[in-house]
């Protein structure tokens, strides 16, 4: 499948979830969805935004299977992209190209709340992680602060492009995943979400923009985390989300980078 020239790009949502009630849930799940989301749904809050694209994240819930998702990214492909769930023993190469192949731009780990945290050092991770640079596919990461130096290491380490989470569920601005993102960002092959910033279990999320901004501010990228599962009460406006960033990122000229154009460097759009 060769994916279709996309429509002018005005502005990108990298991070939102398609989900069903009925869809079959992964044992080991620490959250489920109370309410369908649904494609048409999420495409008309683009269009009512003032906004070209979006990405669409694989919950954890749903495990490695990743059919809801693919089969939103046939529904648009010249709008959505789409990150991916996998089993790192058994996914190949040629397997993550034929996603890449299908609107899939980057495999994603979880790994937040979790007590069997998988080693990212192992060499069925780091085997993973080179599948995915040599198949254009970034690594996107959700896992707690004081875990993201190990695993961004272990990613970068293997040529891969990292993208973080949800501001890395950073603690704070002086802590490990804080020092960890800059780093990251320095280096030239890791972005950061502004997204969700009601899950950083943080009072200083302006300082640690702003921190983040000064070390790469066309590394950063933003996202609404729709349709909020597990925090429906702390949003449930898709505007308002949208209008969040105005604090988060003050200037204008930034805040367009962060909305238009280093989302589509990110996903290769025109």
Sequence with gaps: MTLPHTTPVTGIDTHAHVLRTDHPLTASRHSQPSKDASITEYLSLLEAHGLSHGVLTAPSFYGDNNSLLL?????????????????????????????????????????????????????????????????????????????????????????????????????????PGAAAMVRALEGGSAWVKLSAPYRPPTSELRRLSEALLSAAPHRLLWGSDWPWVQHENDVSDYGACLSALDHLVPDPVMRTAVLVDNPAQLLGLP
């Design 71 to 175: 089969e939103a990214l046939e529904a648009a492909p010249h709008r959505l992209r789409g990150t991916v769930c996998v089993t790192p023993k058994t996914t190949t190469e040629e397997e993550l190209q034929a996603l890449a192949s299908r609107g899939v731009v980057g495999i994603r780990l979880n790994w937040s709340r979790r007590s069997d945290r998988p080693d990212p050092n192992s060499p069925t991770h780091r085997r993973l992680f080179q599948a995915a640079a040599k198949s254009g596919l970034h690594v996107e990461v959700l896992i707690e602060d004081a875990h993201l130096p190990a695993i961004a290491d272990a990613v970068l380490g293997e040529g891969a492009v990292l993208v973080i989470d949800h501001f890395g569920l950073a603690a704070g601005v002086r802590t």
